[in-house]
């Protein structure tokens, strides 16, 4: 496979994006707002880490700044994961629609099953120029804990994972494939015992460990550096769908669709495309059952959410008049968070990215067709890309293109779907296990 291509190519458009579309990147020209996408984002960090900040963004400076680190990170990915991920023409569902033709960019095809190996493999190499032997992470559903856990066997770090009681009694088989990979999985059991919970206990345990320690942040999110950090990593979807989808369909698509939880997919496929205002871009959040119900996950496109500080920086938050976060709601675990990318908020402000939100039953819907049409399961959080694309894919035409980030696999969530579509045989098979260990 030819990855020629992403070390030049991805590299000199990286040092575009860095004049342009984003402001992350002249940054450290202006100390005062280090850090800041329009007035989103930050560093709000304790004293005791300022140090560990300091050598950490010193780290990512040189390494961003040189060829061959590139160069390593594209290798890695080429051969332990599964880069370049193809680009599906769907034209089985583009027929259904009979609009623009529907192309999917593969990233369930990744090591691990979803994009999120593109940030933590970088983060892993990070780790071993600075010379630290351990990492720690959060995990709300576990898929960044499995993730990271899986760097960490690979380069040989001890590892930690956070992660709330609740969550550890919810997500079973990710906590065993963890555990199976050398990781420690602590059990948080302070607050709401989820995520939230889970990030604090992993701050604190970073600033008693700073000398060996590196937390390795799942998404676009937390204090700067790590949009920046985890944006340049998982820019290498966008860059390749960039050539995949001229090289196929002959131009540029007119829109592309992505999930967001975080917003690390959608940031990574959107990189490709910022530059081309004629790309409209489309983030879509958890709509859960209804932007009425309270029950959602929808921060930009339900307006409920408001400007906030709160996990090191400043975004728009789901929370109440007193500033405490609210509970949060979504079929797809991975979309189920009070915050959202400080750059994405940004570019939603400026109007470079549309959002959208899908309720639990459009994705179960739209998860159903993809797999009856073309053959993919889509985990439940790439559906809600899927869902957005299809409302709109009829009143394009067929010299419009679109594509579909589709974040990861969706074989992790056959708990969920089988519940969801309320099989029976399945059920009759889990009442057998359970009746197997004793239940
Ligand atoms: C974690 C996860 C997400 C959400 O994270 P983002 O940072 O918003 O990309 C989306 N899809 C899948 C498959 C995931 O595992």
Redesign the pocket.
């Known amino acids: 496979m030819d990855t020629d291509f992403l070390c030049n190519q991805v590299y000199s458009d990286l040092f575009q994006l860095n004049h342009t579309s984003l402001t992350i990147h002249n940054l450290m020209n202006k100390p005062a707002k280090t850090g800041y996408y329009g007035e989103w984002g930050g560093a709000f960090i304790p004293e005791v880490l300022y140090e560990t900040f300091r050598e950490l963004n010193a780290a990512f400076r040189t390494a961003k700044a040189d060829p061959a680190f590139w160069r390593e990170y594209v290798a890695l990915m080429s051969t332990y994961s599964c880069r370049p991920t193809p680009l599906t023409h769907a034209d089985n569902l583009s027929r259904h629609f009979g609009g623009a033709r529907i192309f999917i960019k593969r990233e369930d095809l990744n090591h691990t099953g979803?994009?999120?190996a593109n940030n933590v493999m970088g983060q892993g190499l990070l780790v071993k120029r600075m010379g630290k032997k351990r990492v720690i992470a959060e995990t709300g559903a576990g898929?960044?804990g499995v993730a990271t856990a899986t760097m960490a066997a690979k380069f040989g770090f001890e590892c930690t994972i956070y992660m709330g009681e609740e969550d550890v009694a919810r997500q079973r088989p990710n906590v065993f494939w963890m555990e199976k990979l050398g990781a420690t999985v602590v059990s948080v059991t302070s607050g709401s015992k989820t995520l939230k919970d889970a990030i604090n206990e992993a701050f604190r345990d970073w600033v008693t460990r700073m000398e060996d320690t590196h937390y390795v942040m799942g998404?676009?999110c937390g204090p700067h550096p790590f949009p920046e950090m985890v944006a340049w990593f998982q820019s290498i979807i966008g860059i390749e769908a960039k050539k995949q989808i001229t090289e196929q369909f002959g131009g540029q698509p007119s829109r592309v669709y992505a999930?967001?939880?975080?917003?690390?997919?959608?940031m990574g496929i959107f990189q490709g495309f910022l530059d081309d205002p004629k790309v409209e871009l489309v983030g879509v959040e958890a709509g859960g059952q209804g932007l009425d119900s309270g029950k959602h996950a929808s921060r930009l496109a339900a307006r409920d959410a408001s400007a906030g500080v709160a996990q090191g920086y400043k975004t728009m938050f789901l929370q109440n008049s007193d500033g405490q976060m609210m509970d949060t709601h979504s079929v797809a675990a991975?979309?189920d968070y009070v915050g959202v990318s400080p750059i994405l908020t940004d570019l939603w402000q400026k109007g470079r990215v549309r959002f959208g939100a899908a309720t639990d039953a459009e994705v179960m819907a739209a998860l159903d067709l993809t797999i009856k049409k073309e053959g993919i399961i889509p985990?439940l959080?790439?559906s809600h890309a899927f869902v957005q694309a299809f409302k709109e894919a009829g009143d394009m035409g067929s010299n419009d293109a679109i594509i579909i980030n589709m974040?990861?696999r969706g074989d992790k969530d056959i708990f969920t779907i089988a519940h969801a579509f309320d099989d029976p045989s399945w059920k009759e098979f889990i009442r057998k296990k359970g009746i197997e260990y004793g239940a």
């Open positions: 979803a994009h999120k898929q960044h998404t676009v999930c967001v939880g975080g917003g690390s997919n959608a991975g979309l985990a959080e790439s974040s990861g």
